[in-house]
């Protein structure tokens, strides 16, 4: 847990600067119903802080090394689900999970699964700009099959499936915790094994839904924010991440004015 601790000292340097249950039935084999494609809008990408869909932004080339470092551990290790989550709201884990399964996407032989399972505040199409007709909710309400709700994001000659989030109006913490979200995890383990998964989670202090999703996930990505993310915040997520792989903590500060990055990876 180096990686916390380290974050730890960032936020508190941060401080004194003053700144701005019925089952889902897995479909078998090739889904019923072939995907949506969408091809994603580079000005609308740049405006929501999308930037690793091309080789050309200087900004990308830290989600790239971050990517790097995380599909050397995952392919070590065998791992296929990778979670990103954060202290709070507003750190940046959703421009983060973005930006890495596009990153991800632009290297050969190489594909990924970003599925918003924030269903508190689903917030990947609209980052991305994406309509869905179907979404996460629609799996979970057995309104719609896996194959039928998912997007074919493309970005220049690049792709990313995308399994839309959306709000719960029941309780989200129910859902996740059901038995329909452990078959929706195992139909998308079966049908999309040559893909990473990237899961955009809720916050990890907001509620119990991390929590109990946790132990269905491979490895943890933290998103923590310079400014927003306390030392308090840091060692309450410590305590929950006891017996996950975390496989780094991001240190996300970013300034309205200039939109720029500074990324803290540390290994654990």
Same mark, same amino acid.
């Given at each position: 847990?180096?990686?916390?601790?380290?974050?730890?000292?960032?936020?508190?340097?941060?401080?004194? =600067?003053?700144?701005?249950?019925?089952?889902?039935?897995p479909?078998?084999?090739v889904p019923?119903?072939? @995907?949506?494609?969408?091809?994603?809008? $580079?000005?609308?990408?740049?405006?929501?802080?999308?930037?690793?869909?091309?080789?050309?932004? @200087?900004?990308?080339? &830290? &989600?790239d %090394?971050?990517?790097?470092?995380?599909?050397?551990?995952?392919?070590?290790?065998?791992?296929? *689900?990778?979670?990103?989550?954060?202290?709070?709201?507003?750190?940046?884990?959703?421009?983060? $999970?973005?930006?890495?399964?596009?990153? %991800?996407?632009r290297?050969?032989?190489?594909?990924?699964?970003?599925?918003? %399972?924030?269903?508190?505040?689903?917030?990947?199409?609209?980052?991305?700009?994406?309509?869905?007709?179907?979404n996460?909710?629609?799996?979970?309400?057995?309104?719609?099959?896996?194959? $039928?709700? =998912?997007?074919?994001?493309?970005?220049?000659p690049?792709?990313?499936?995308?399994?839309?989030?959306?709000?719960?109006?029941?309780?989200?913490?129910?859902?996740?915790?059901?038995?329909? %979200?452990?078959?929706?995890?195992?139909?998308?383990?079966?049908? *999309?094994?040559?893909?990473?998964? =990237? *899961?955009?989670? @809720?916050?990890?202090?907001v509620?119990s839904?991390?929590?109990?999703?946790? @132990?269905?996930?491979?490895?943890?990505?933290?998103?923590?924010?310079?400014?927003?993310t306390?030392?308090?915040?840091?060692?309450?997520?410590?305590?929950?991440?006891?017996?996950?792989?975390?496989?780094?903590?991001?240190?996300?500060?970013?300034?309205?004015?200039?939109?720029? &990055?500074?990324?803290?990876?540390?290994?654990?």
């Open positions: 847990m180096d990686s916390i601790k380290q974050a730890i000292q960032l936020a508190r340097a941060s401080r004194e =600067i003053t700144a701005p249950d019925h089952g889902v039935e479909h078998r084999g019923p119903s072939r @995907p949506a494609v969408a091809r994603l809008n $580079a000005t609308h990408l740049e405006k929501m802080r999308i930037v690793a869909h091309g080789s050309n932004d @200087p900004k990308g080339r &830290y &989600y %090394m971050l990517r790097t470092q995380i599909l050397q551990e995952m392919d070590k290790n065998g791992w296929q *689900f990778l979670a990103v989550t954060s202290p709070t709201p507003n750190c940046g884990k959703t421009v983060t $999970a973005c930006n890495l399964a596009l990153s %991800m996407a290297l050969p032989e190489r594909a990924a699964l970003l599925v918003d %399972m924030d269903m508190h505040k689903a917030k990947v199409a609209e980052y991305l700009g994406l309509e869905a007709r179907n996460i909710l629609s799996v979970l309400e057995d309104r719609a099959t896996v194959g $039928a709700s =998912i997007v074919e994001a493309c970005a220049g690049n792709e990313i499936a995308v399994l839309p989030g959306a709000v719960s109006s029941a309780s989200a913490s129910e859902w996740i915790a059901s038995q329909t %979200m452990a078959n929706l995890l195992q139909a998308i383990k079966r049908d *999309f094994r040559s893909r990473v998964v =990237i *899961f955009d989670l @809720p916050p990890m202090l509620g839904d991390v929590i109990s999703i946790l @132990p269905r996930m491979d490895a943890v990505l933290l998103v923590a924010g310079v400014g927003t306390t030392p308090n915040d840091l060692k309450a997520c410590q305590k929950h991440l006891q017996r996950s792989n975390l496989l780094r903590v991001v240190v996300n500060k970013v300034t309205e004015a200039t939109e720029s &990055y500074y990324y803290g990876n540390y290994s654990t």
